[in-house]
């Protein structure tokens, strides 16, 4: 779905810009098959818009005016809040990914030139996976990542570690991704002369550099997977392991996007988390509402006892 939803709203910026679009010009635009341009041409009417199409060989597309004249005035920063969300919501495969997509194509054609270039910065330099809209950095370190990585300008930022150690970097950025509950960026470390990735949130004023770059070959085809991989193999502060008398998919099925599970029995299973803080895990143990023994490591439980001896003394009767 993101990568149809992507050319979705090419399409559609492309047939924005011209009165009249041959056939066999936006098909090379789009690097797609005349099939496939017909099948997305198809699916922008499906969302509401009128798009004529001229027969034959020399035939052609032009966008009509279906949607109106109407403009959309929002901020900068509310254009790339609604452009980061729409565009996470509309990379799944549920209707609702759908409908989010109808909402971004029609919110995209009623934004300025000015917004919508911003808009269509966020969606063009991010890959899009489960990331939810709470887990947006600060929309001024987005807008200026975002930039960079469009631009092809280097970017320093101030950028503080899971240990607390604050370091400055100097990168070539290459690609945002929103995975899990985070967005990173995956640059190449001017510095270290490596490849890195940096959390988003932990970023501060970044400032692009006026002079471009060459790109670098990325790290890997699909930069989602690898940012992915590359944090399941970080070491987090904590790496909590917690064996729970429940059913390994009960607890697959509610937080498998942020803990390993591995089944030891058919009603029992042993919980993974790694994480900067024991916030997250004491959630999920406090709603598994089941048995469980901490296996490691032993502040957890210590946590887990003082917490409990809280909200007794609170809720005891006077």
Same mark, same amino acid.
């Given at each position: 779905?993101?990568?149809?939803?992507?050319? /979705?709203? #090419?399409?559609?910026?492309?047939?924005?810009?011209?009165?009249? &679009?041959?056939?066999?010009?936006?098909?090379?635009?789009?690097?797609?098959?005349? #099939?496939?341009? #017909?099948?997305?041409?198809?699916?922008?009417?499906?969302?509401?818009?009128?798009?004529?199409?001229?027969?034959?060989?020399?035939? %052609?597309? #032009?966008?009509?005016?279906? *949607?109106?004249?109407?403009?959309?005035?929002?901020?900068?920063?509310? *254009?790339?809040?609604?452009?980061?969300?729409?565009?996470?919501?509309?990379?799944?495969? /549920?209707?609702?990914?759908?409908?989010?997509?109808?909402? +971004? /194509?029609?919110?995209?054609? !009623?934004?300025?030139?000015?917004?919508?270039?911003?808009?269509? *910065?966020?969606?063009? *330099?991010?890959?899009?996976?489960?990331?939810?809209?709470?887990?947006?950095?600060?929309?001024?370190?987005?807008?200026?990542?975002?930039?960079?990585?469009?631009?092809?300008?280097? +970017?320093?930022? %101030?950028?503080?570690? @899971?240990?607390?150690?604050?370091?400055?970097?100097?990168?070539?950025?290459?690609?945002?991704?929103?995975?899990?509950?985070? &967005?990173?960026?995956?640059?190449?470390?001017?510095?270290?002369?490596?490849?890195?990735?940096?959390?988003?949130?932990?970023?501060?004023?970044?400032?692009?550099?006026?002079?471009?770059?060459?790109?670098?070959?990325?790290?890997?085809?699909?930069?989602?997977?690898?940012?992915?991989?590359?944090?399941?193999?970080?070491?987090?502060?904590?790496?909590?392991?917690?064996?729970?008398?429940?059913?390994?998919?009960?607890?697959?099925?509610?937080?498998?996007? &942020?803990?390993?599970?591995?089944?030891?029995?058919?009603?029992?299973?042993?919980?993974? !988390?790694?994480?900067?803080?024991?916030? &997250?895990?004491?959630?999920?143990?406090?709603?598994?509402?089941?048995?469980? $023994?901490?296996? /490691?490591?032993?502040?957890?439980?210590?946590?887990?006892?003082?917490? @409990? $001896?809280? +909200?007794?003394?609170?809720?005891?009767?006077?």
């Amino acid at each position: 779905m993101a990568d149809s939803t992507a050319r /979705t709203l #090419r399409l559609l910026s492309l047939l924005q810009r011209r009165r009249y &679009w041959p056939g066999a010009d936006l098909a090379a635009r789009l690097e797609v098959s005349d #099939r496939t341009l #017909r099948r997305d041409i198809e699916r922008l009417r499906e969302l509401g818009y009128t798009v004529e199409s001229d027969r034959g060989v020399g035939g %052609g597309y #032009r966008l009509g005016g279906a *949607t109106g004249d109407a403009v959309l005035l929002l901020d900068d920063d509310e *254009t790339t809040a609604l452009a980061a969300a729409l565009h996470t919501a509309a990379s799944g495969t /549920t209707e609702f990914a759908e409908a989010s997509l109808g909402a +971004l /194509t029609k919110v995209l054609s !009623m934004l300025g030139p000015v917004q919508r270039q911003r808009a269509e *910065t966020v969606g063009a *330099t991010t890959t899009f996976g489960s990331a939810t809209a709470s887990a947006a950095p600060q929309l001024a370190i987005l807008d200026a990542v975002a930039g960079a990585c469009r631009d092809q300008v280097r +970017l320093s930022f %101030g950028y503080l570690a @899971a240990d607390g150690t604050a370091t400055t970097r100097y990168v070539e950025p290459c690609q945002l991704v929103a995975v899990d509950t985070r &967005w990173y960026l995956v640059a190449f470390d001017c510095d270290r002369a490596d490849w890195r990735t940096f959390r988003i949130d932990r970023m501060r004023e970044p400032v692009p550099a006026r002079n471009t770059f060459e790109p670098r070959t990325p790290p890997a085809s699909n930069l989602y997977d690898y940012v992915r991989f590359n944090m399941s193999e970080l070491a987090a502060l904590h790496q909590i392991v917690v064996e729970v008398e429940v059913p390994g998919d009960q607890l697959r099925d509610a937080y498998g996007a &942020w803990v390993d599970v591995d089944d030891l029995t058919p009603s029992r299973c042993r919980v993974t !988390m790694r994480t900067d803080s024991f916030r &997250w895990p004491t959630h999920i143990i406090a709603n598994t509402q089941a048995p469980f $023994t901490v296996i /490691t490591p032993p502040a957890f439980a210590d946590h887990l006892r003082a917490v @409990a $001896t809280q +909200l007794h003394e609170s809720t005891a009767a006077p």
